[in-house]
C-alpha cells in the first residue's frame, strides 16, 4: 500500500527567503569560489530558488587560510562592486567567517581579529578527526566575551553521534548549533544525513546554512528530494534562521 506520508519533495522549495549564514562563495580566499565568475554563477544559481541574501564565511584557519578582516573585506568589496556592475541589486550581502578552532583561535579572539555572524553570534568548526583540547576553553571565553557559538554541521564530526554526552555538553554550555543543507542533501554520505535528521528530530538544531563550495555542490542541493517530515522540520529551521539573521 502506497505510504502518501512518505512521498519525497524538493529540498530547495523549502529555502526561499533563507539568509544563507553558512557558505563558501567569497573568491579566492579558500576553497570555495576561484573567481569573482565563480562568485556570481553560485549566487545566480542560489537565486533560481529565492535565496538571495548571504553571510559570506571564508574559513579562518590558521595555516591553511589564514584569513583576516581585512583579507576577507577586501573579497567582499570585489565581490559587491561586481554585482553592482551586473545589476544584480536584490542580492544582499554581509560578510563573517567560519573559524577553525586550533590553536590560534584563542590569541585571534583575544585581540578581536574574528568576524561574527552578527553582532552576537560566531560561526566556529572544529576538526573532523577528533575534538580540539582547547573546545571547552575556547567556548568558555567565546561566551565570555557576550557572544553565542554557533557550531557548522556538528553532524560532520566522526567522534561525536546524535546521542554524544560531549554534544550535550556543549548544548547545555549554550553552544548553538548549525545544520548543513548539504547533510540532508546526502551530499556527505547516509551516515551524516541520519545523523543530522536525528538531531533535527531531538530538536538540538537551531539554524540551517548551505556550505556550498562549488558548482557541483549547488548542483546536488538542487537535485535532493526529501521526504514531507524532514520538510516540516526543515521549514521550522528555515524560517528561525530567517528570523534570527535577516
Known amino acids: 500500500m502506497l505510504n502518501f506520508f512518505s512521498k519525497k519533495e524538493y529540498l530547495i522549495d523549502h529555502l526561499g527567503g533563507l539568509v544563507d549564514i553558512h557558505n563558501h562563495i567569497l573568491p579566492g580566499i579558500d576553497d570555495g569560489a576561484r573567481s569573482v565568475d565563480d562568485s556570481l554563477a553560485l549566487i545566480k544559481g542560489f537565486g533560481e530558488f529565492g535565496v538571495t541574501r548571504f553571510v559570506c564565511t571564508p574559513h579562518i584557519m590558521h595555516n591553511y587560510y589564514p584569513n583576516t578582516p581585512e583579507t576577507i573585506q577586501e573579497s567582499f568589496e570585489k565581490l559587491k562592486n561586481a554585482l553592482n556592475q551586473s545589476g544584480m541589486d536584490e542580492v544582499s550581502l554581509d560578510k563573517a567567517a567560519e573559524h577553525m578552532i586550533d590553536d590560534n583561535f584563542e590569541e585571534l579572539l583575544h585581540h578581536d581579529q574574528i568576524m561574527p555572524l552578527t553582532r552576537y553570534h560566531?560561526?566556529?568548526?572544529m576538526s573532523f578527526l577528533q575534538p580540539p583540547i582547547n573546545m571547552n576553553t575556547a567556548l568558555d571565553k567565546i561566551i565570555s566575551k557576550g557572544l553565542f557559538p554557533v557550531l557548522a554541521h556538528p553532524e560532520r564530526y566522526l567522534f561525536l553521534s546524535s546521542s554524544s554526552k560531549r554534544?550535550?555538553?556543549y548544548k547545555e554550555k549554550g553552544v548553538l548549533f548549525q545544520v548543513n543543507l548539504l547533510s540532508l542533501a546526502d551530499y556527505y554520505g547516509s551516515?551524516?544525513?541520519?545523523?543530522?535528521?536525528k538531531l533535527m528530530e531531538n530538536n538540538l538544531i537551531d539554524f540551517v546554512g548551505s556550505d556550498v563550495h562549488n558548482m557541483q555542490q549547488l548542483k546536488s542541493l538542487k537535485e535532493a528530494t526529501i521526504t514531507k517530515k524532514t520538510g516540516k522540520m526543515l521549514h521550522t529551521l528555515v524560517n528561525d534562521t530567517i528570523e534570527q539573521f535577516y
Open 191 to 197: 551516515d551524516v544525513k541520519s545523523k543530522a535528521l
Open 122 to 125: 560566531l560561526l566556529v568548526e
Open 167 to 169: 554534544l550535550k555538553s
